[in-house]
């Protein structure tokens, strides 16, 4: 099966890999990719963002199966776009990708649904914004409704600082806090049937023990030692599947990956955000781990047969990615900052925001590298990737040193995590 990534991120290098480890899968091709996926891939010099431009790219190639990762390129209908050339495509239509791309269409769906989430105003005017602060009260959580990239949500005690935040966004989401550890579930959905991933949890600050401003993702690790039994089936039950047949209800087929953030709260599961792809970096450990060949899955769900194919299998054992960022990131994030000992890390070094400029590897974004490692255990994984780590340097390079640190000592991790 000839495959293409579309992406250029770590996510797409993840997915990439897996694909490339996948007997069923002849060919790799991404657009644009990225240094890390030009070892395993031929790139193609593609816009992401151009609908026609892939379609075109993916006829050219003979592509059998097409996956998106990024959520920009699904809203600006990438997937639509492939699939009316006839081709297989991973990835939901723009119009089901609003689960992600709009905050308050999401929070409309799960209404209908009967998914637990926490309580929300969506706010057109300072009058509004100002009412719905006081109303929640602190902590505040404030979220632009549109895509953002992570970063346009703001929780924090400061009452002029959430103000701030709200009033510099067209149209914005208060709601209330949801206490408790984070969880990122994610499935394979067709539109009927749904196979959720492993559960796997994202670090979202940039500091350790989570201080300062949230980010896309500094680390993650699979899987949860200290998740309630029960878990993914409860997720399943209460959540994906009412999801995805609430879409279906609506005429919005969602195939693709549904990525659940759920924040297990003192008074129960709840759904922080849905996303419409795979996150990063959780795809890293997860990928990792997957024992089942992906190319076959995607394709799977992209035909409509997903009842057809087996449920994802896991590995043993468990993964760990540690990001490691750029100087200055996230604020502004500085490029062209030499890396070296990729080749000395002993482990998955997954390529986010690279570049060769002379021949030489740089950093040309925010978040530079998932060093991505497995092992018997958590404490294992951990182990290997921050020898990978180690082995690494760039200017400025920013990287937090608690990644699964509290899982690996089989403590539920506290507060925002
Ligand atoms: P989102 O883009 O919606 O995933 O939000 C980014 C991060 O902000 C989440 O991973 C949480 O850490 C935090 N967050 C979002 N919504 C809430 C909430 N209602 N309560 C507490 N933290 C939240
Ligand atoms: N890991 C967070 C995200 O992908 O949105």
Not at 29 to 52: E, R, S
Not at 136 to 146: E, L, S, T
Not at 398 to 403: K, N
Request: aromatic letters at 4%; charged letters at 20%; hydrophobic letters at 45%.
């Amino acid at each position: 099966m000839k495959t293409l990534v579309i992406g250029t991120g770590g996510r797409e290098h993840a997915l990439a890999l897996a694909l490339s480890r996948d007997p069923s899968v002849t060919e790799v091709h991404a657009a644009p990719g990225n240094p890390g996926i030009a070892a395993i891939a031929t790139l193609h010099d593609v816009d992401p963002m151009d609908p026609v431009a892939v379609a075109d790219l993916a006829e050219r190639l003979g592509a059998e199966l097409v996956v998106v990762g990024p959520e920009a390129p699904l809203v600006a209908g990438v997937a639509d776009a492939v699939r009316e050339r006839g081709i297989s495509c991973f990835g939901p239509s723009a119009e089901a990708a609003q689960l992600e791309g709009s905050k308050a269409f999401a929070k409309d769906v799960m209404a209908s649904a009967e998914v637990p989430t926490a309580l929300a105003h969506v706010c057109d005017t300072p009058e509004q914004i100002e009412a719905a602060l006081d109303a929640f009260g602190a902590p505040y959580v404030v979220k632009d409704d549109g895509l953002a990239a992570g970063k346009g949500v703001v929780v924090t005690e400061d009452r002029a600082e959430a103000l701030a935040h709200a009033l510099l966004c067209d149209r914005v989401v208060i709601e209330e806090y949801l206490d408790g550890p984070e969880v990122s579930l994610f499935a394979i959905t067709d539109g009927t049937t749904v196979y959720p991933l492993q559960p796997a949890q994202d670090f979202k600050r940039i500091f350790d023990a989570d201080e300062g401003p949230n980010t896309g993702g500094m680390g993650a690790y699979t899987p949860l030692p200290w998740a309630p039994d029960g878990l993914v089936e409860d997720v399943l039950e209460r959540v994906l599947q009412p999801t995805v047949d609430e879409l279906a209800r609506r005429g919005t087929i969602f195939s693709g990956l549904l990525y659940a953030g759920l924040a297990l709260t003192s008074r129960g599961m709840k759904v922080i955000e849905f996303n419409a792809r795979f996150g990063d970096p959780e795809t890293q450990p997860l990928m990792a781990l997957l024992d089942s060949p992906l190319g076959v899955l995607l394709k799977a769900a992209a035909d409509g047969l997903l009842h057809e194919t087996e449920p994802p299998r896991w590995k043993s054992g468990a993964a760990v990615a540690v990001v490691m960022a750029s100087a200055g990131y996230p604020g502004t994030s500085r490029s062209g900052d030499v890396i070296t000992g990729v080749g000395a890390a002993g482990c998955d070094v997954i390529h986010a925001g690279t570049a060769l400029v002379d021949g030489e590897l740089v950093t040309a974004g925010g978040r530079v590298l998932a060093v991505t490692a497995v092992g018997s255990d958590l404490t294992a994984a951990r182990a290997t990737a921050y020898a990978g780590v180690a082995a690494i340097s760039f200017d400025g390079a920013q990287f937090r040193t608690d990644i699964a640190a509290k899982a690996a000592g089989q403590a539920q991790p506290a507060g925002e995590e």
